[in-house]
């Protein structure tokens, strides 16, 4: 059974941000241990059909400063959809700013941050349309002399996407929900498996331990496909799963879709790979005079009830 659950989204959303202004409010400095340059962060993501969108305004602090960011609560905000500016953005404290609009598809937006003693900043986001997708949870019967019954299940999110015209960056990601006495605990998956070569090799390594239908790879923090592979098509796939997740089907605007690459990129090269000697990654942003992104996604969810 496929259910369309909002808190899924809301609490993807928030993970998110979450991790885009703790990330991109950090600026690498050099050894010499010369604190960056004082000047703000703005994040913001926009979800298309997400009334609980918030923008955040930071000081930026090097990545040595392991102290919680400094918020600024003083930041004069503008919003403009296609030229009209957005009235009901509202100050709750800590740096964060609630937007009391919610973000529609096809449309763009423009946003200006004003704060006394630092240069403006701004940005420019077009949120994309819901990606069609299809989404359903299915288990491959594999025949095996090695097992007692001769045969073995694996479990699978089968994937149906048609792309459209425009240009498009997809997303995939694998969560996993459970309602115990009325609290949503969940997590999201770190290493994913395909039996589609499709997908951007960036986050791609050898995995020899695998399971038919799946190839030998684990695709780390998510799966991303370019629709220069479908050019207006469809496509199929399946991902791996061991119990029925949500699986959220991403389209994003450039400005996420750079974002969140490079901060997979990040965390692989500071993180994952564990190498004595590595080339530093830079973050992408797309805020001028500060740092940050400011971008937008829309999502098509699927809950796989037990």
């Known amino acids: 059974m496929v259910r369309f659950v909002k808190i899924d989204c809301i609490l993807f959303l928030i993970t998110i941000i979450v991790v885009i202004v703790f990330i991109s409010c950090e600026k690498d400095i050099t050894l010499d241990l010369k604190e960056p340059e004082d000047m703000l962060c703005l994040d913001c993501i926009l979800e298309a059909g997400n009334d609980s969108i918030v923008i955040y305004v930071t000081k930026v602090q090097s990545v040595e400063n392991a102290d919680d960011l400094e918020p600024?609560?003083?930041?004069?905000?503008?919003?403009q959809e296609e030229g009209e500016i957005l009235p009901g953005i509202v100050n709750i404290g800590n740096g964060s700013y609630l937007l009391a609009h919610?973000?529609?598809?096809?449309?763009?937006?423009?946003?200006?941050?004003?704060?006394?003693?630092?240069?403006?900043l701004s940005a420019e986001t077009k949120v994309p349309l819901r990606p069609v997708a299809e989404a359903r949870y299915l288990t491959d019967t594999i025949p095996d002399e090695k097992w007692e019954k001769g045969y073995y299940t694996v479990p699978k999110i089968f994937i149906e996407l048609v792309d459209r015209p425009m240009k498009d960056?997809?997303?995939?990601?694998?969560?996993?929900?459970?309602?115990?006495g009325g609290v949503l605990y969940g997590s999201y998956a770190v290493a994913y498996q395909t039996d589609?070569?499709?997908?951007?090799?960036?986050?791609?390594y050898?995995?020899?331990?695998?399971?038919?239908?799946?190839?030998?790879?684990?695709?780390?923090?998510?799966?991303?496909l370019d629709d220069e592979v479908i050019k207006n098509d469809k496509i199929s796939f399946s991902i791996s799963t061991w119990i029925q997740p949500t699986v959220f089907v991403i389209n994003a605007d450039e400005n996420f879709d750079k974002y969140y690459k490079s901060s997979i990129k990040q965390f692989l090269t500071y993180e994952y790979d564990q190498l004595p000697v590595f080339e530093p990654v830079q973050i992408y942003s797309n805020i001028e005079n500060g740092f940050g992104v400011f971008g937008s996604i829309a999502i098509t969810q699927f809950y796989f009830d037990e």
């Open 196 to 204: 589609n070569l499709l997908f951007d090799a960036f986050n791609r």
């Open 169 to 180: 960056y997809y997303w995939f990601l694998r969560a996993y929900m459970r309602n115990i």
């Open 72 to 79: 600024v609560d003083n930041a004069e905000i503008v919003l």
């Open 102 to 120: 919610t973000p529609e598809e096809g449309k763009t937006y423009e946003i200006q941050v004003k704060v006394d003693g630092y240069k403006s």
């Open 206 to 224: 050898y995995y020899q331990d695998y399971n038919y239908p799946f190839t030998n790879y684990d695709y780390i923090g998510a799966l991303r």
